[in-house]
């Protein structure tokens, strides 16, 4: 028996963190060294892939962005419009743009591909009215239309926000 098949072999050999392995586990990680595998032995494979990626994840928390709903400033952005970054990495933005009723935003280029999904209330683009759950995306460079909303709406954004040389 070579030395994995050793180790894994025994029921009490412990982790760094002092669990026992299962037996079925310990079984199934020998097995895993054959070329086949029987359907018994999937059950205890999945626990063994799950019990990894669950550690994977929770090792790499570090390198995610939480950002609370009722955390973070919303700054004004234009007359009526206020801004909420979320998070900005090589000129690409994660943001939320909230609309006052009545508030517009002038026709702009986008430097970079955007995307855009509406939360609440009703968005206008042009003639394109969006409700919320609606998605709209625009390339580079389009010249994209004004924006607006009647009632008030809160739009989540990906993209480069407009510098004020891209408003028309």
């Given at each position: 028996?070579?030395a994995?098949?050793?180790?894994?072999?025994?029921?009490?050999?412990?982790?760094?963190?002092?669990?026992?392995?299962?037996?079925?586990?310990?079984?199934a990680?020998?097995?895993?060294?054959?070329?086949?595998s029987?359907?018994?032995?999937?059950?205890?494979?999945e626990?063994?892939?799950?019990?990894?990626?669950?550690n994977?994840?929770?090792?790499?928390?570090s390198?995610?962005?939480?950002?609370?709903?009722?955390?973070?400033p919303?700054?004004?952005?234009?007359?009526?419009?206020?801004?909420?970054v979320?998070?900005?990495?090589?000129?690409?933005?994660?943001y939320?743009?909230?609309?006052?009723?009545?508030?517009?935003?002038?026709?702009?280029?986008?430097?970079?591909?955007?995307?855009?999904?509406?939360?609440?209330?009703?968005?206008?683009?042009?003639?394109?009215?969006?409700?919320?759950?609606?998605?709209?995306?625009?390339?580079?460079?389009?010249?994209?239309c004004?924006?607006?909303s009647?009632?008030?709406?809160?739009?989540?954004?990906r993209?480069?926000?407009?510098?004020?040389?891209?408003?028309?």
């Amino acid at each position: 028996m070579n030395a994995c098949k050793a180790a894994f072999s025994n029921n009490d050999t412990m982790s760094q963190k002092g669990d026992s392995l299962d037996p079925d586990i310990a079984q199934a990680l020998n097995a895993a060294q054959r070329a086949t595998s029987s359907a018994g032995d999937d059950a205890a494979v999945e626990r063994v892939r799950s019990r990894l990626m669950q550690n994977i994840a929770a090792d790499s928390a570090s390198h995610h962005t939480f950002v609370p709903a009722g955390q973070g400033p919303w700054r004004n952005f234009l007359p009526g419009i206020q801004r909420k970054v979320l998070q900005e990495q090589a000129g690409v933005m994660s943001y939320l743009l909230k609309f006052a009723p009545g508030a517009v935003l002038p026709a702009h280029r986008h430097p970079v591909d955007e995307e855009c999904v509406v939360l609440e209330g009703t968005l206008r683009i042009g003639d394109h009215l969006l409700p919320p759950g609606s998605f709209h995306a625009v390339r580079k460079d389009v010249l994209d239309c004004d924006s607006s909303s009647d009632e008030g709406c809160v739009i989540y954004l990906r993209g480069a926000s407009p510098r004020s040389e891209q408003l028309v």
